[in-house]
């Protein structure tokens, strides 16, 4: 443990020559089987030598921690700035959408950003010139980070994001700030210094929206202050004040890889409590009968607390809030979540043999002036099951029960529309066999559909979307 102004915060010391390399990690978790138990592998990666167990029970949402390493190559092969370079030489990076150009100098924080494409040019002129640079989604145009937080999502249940930060030496990129996100800030190159605060308050606890840029004289002393050298990791929960500048002797390249934005129990109630009070003025007379006649005279701010009417108005209130609760149509607000966390997701990065076995290895292509191997034929014995536990949600609509899904996301945040098909009424128990067959692979003839046509048209309209695969390649009808 660290003791910095009289708080202990866990500090682990690995002390650890060699890690196992990200390229060859990701090589061993393609041939993991379950898609769970990928990413839990993944995750206790990122965190060892932290157990997830403990790390989930003594320090997520509640206190910093930080993992020193002794091994700067801990995290090589995530992102690096010869990778940063290659992105901006050979895609569209823009300014504002997928980059930021900023600057915290003398108390005052600025961006800079141009309009138009971030070119090499101007970009590495920004840096020299003591700019930070802010990457904003690097899973879009960087593969490895796309596999990795597509993994990590389904550790979490919410949407996995990441920002990439390049500083100069000697330089400080933002104001000190807290987030609307748990952050675990990984350094991939240089070192950088940090300080850590504590939310000022209960109120900015765990806070829902990120905060406006802080002076030094509003956030008082830190908590944790440390250099964090290549292949360390910081973690800090929402609400924690941070902020991070570059030694003149390195320059810092960090991914601060984020999650559960917008995903507590606050913002499940937020849908419950609408539906709830729906349902209730619908089904029961005490939530339609009329308010007291003279109401007005002795609640709302301007009237006095000391009126006794007040007291039995609040009962009454009381009453019908417990009475609301019977209403609660939880299910349908945690569907309600889940799409929106299926929306948010991104795509599923497939290993070589789940590409092979599913409708993207399909041989089906253009040749000699026309097309061939056209088609695969699904049987009954075909033996199939979802190419990721959490690639898709059954959720009902009134009378019709929708499939959503997440292999058609893009890698860029909500460029596509939430994707979703119908899926017939006869063939919904056979979807959700094969939902909790995961990760069994199990016969298109033994999904309880009604007939042995719903079951292959099921398992046909599964593979055209790319949410299931086979246990060995189709062979071409």
Request: hydrophobic share 35%; with cysteine; proline share 6%.
């Amino acid at each position: 443990m660290v003791e910095i102004c009289g708080i202990a915060l866990p500090e682990v010391q690995c002390g650890e020559k060699s890690g196992e390399a990200l390229e060859a990690l990701l090589s061993d978790l393609a041939k993991v089987s379950n898609s769970r138990e990928r990413a839990s592998k993944l995750f206790q990666w990122l965190i060892h030598p932290i157990p997830a167990k403990s790390f989930f029970r003594d320090t997520w949402e509640k206190k910093p921690v930080l993992i020193k390493r002794q091994n700067p190559d801990y995290y090589k092969g995530l992102f690096s700035t010869a990778e940063f370079d290659r992105i901006l030489r050979q895609d569209d990076v823009q300014y504002g959408v997928n980059l930021d150009v900023t600057s915290y100098t003398n108390a005052k924080r600025e961006t800079h950003n141009p309009p138009g494409r971030a070119l090499p040019f101007t970009v590495w002129e920004f840096y020299e010139s003591g700019c930070s640079l802010r990457m904003l989604n690097p899973q879009a145009f960087s593969s490895t980070v796309w596999s990795v937080l597509s993994i990590l999502q389904e550790q979490f249940g919410s949407m996995a994001g990441a920002n990439v930060y390049l500083t100069p030496p000697g330089t400080q990129g933002f104001a000190p700030h807290y987030d609307d996100i748990e952050a675990f800030v990984v350094q991939l190159e240089g070192k950088k210094h940090w300080r850590v605060y504590n939310p000022r308050s209960q109120d900015e606890v765990l806070p829902v929206v990120s905060s406006p840029n802080f002076s030094q004289s509003e956030i008082g002393k830190p908590i944790l202050e440390v250099v964090l050298e290549a292949g360390d990791l910081l973690y800090f929960p929402r609400g924690f004040i941070h902020q991070g500048d570059c030694l003149l002797d390195a320059h810092s390249l960090h991914i601060t890889v984020s999650s559960y934005q917008r995903n507590s129990w606050g913002n499940l109630l937020a849908k419950v409590v609408p539906a709830a009070l729906e349902m209730a003025m619908e089904e029961d007379v005490d939530f339609r009968r009329g308010l007291p006649v003279d109401y007005l005279t002795y609640m709302g701010v301007q009237n006095s607390d000391k009126d006794p009417r007040r007291v039995q108005f609040l009962c009454r209130i009381e009453e019908l809030m417990k009475k609301l609760s019977t209403f609660a149509p939880v299910d349908a607000a945690v569907d309600q979540k889940a799409r929106e966390y299926l929306h948010d997701c991104l795509p599923p990065m497939l290993t070589s043999e789940e590409r092979a076995s599913s409708v993207q290895g399909a041989p089906s292509r253009w040749e000699d002036g026309e097309a061939v191997d056209v088609g695969v034929t699904i049987r009954g014995q075909t033996r199939v099951r979802l190419i990721r536990s959490g690639i898709a949600r059954l959720c009902s609509d009134g009378e019709a029960v929708w499939l959503y899904y997440t292999a058609d996301n893009s890698r860029v945040y909500h460029k596509e529309e939430p994707k979703s098909v119908e899926i017939k009424a006869e063939q919904t128990d056979g979807m959700e066999f094969l939902i909790h067959a995961y990760p069994k692979f199990v016969t298109v003839g033994s999904l309880p559909c009604e007939s042995a046509e719903d079951k292959v048209s099921l398992a046909e309209l599964l593979f055209e979307k790319g949410l299931i695969h086979t246990a060995e390649p189709l062979q071409r009808s």
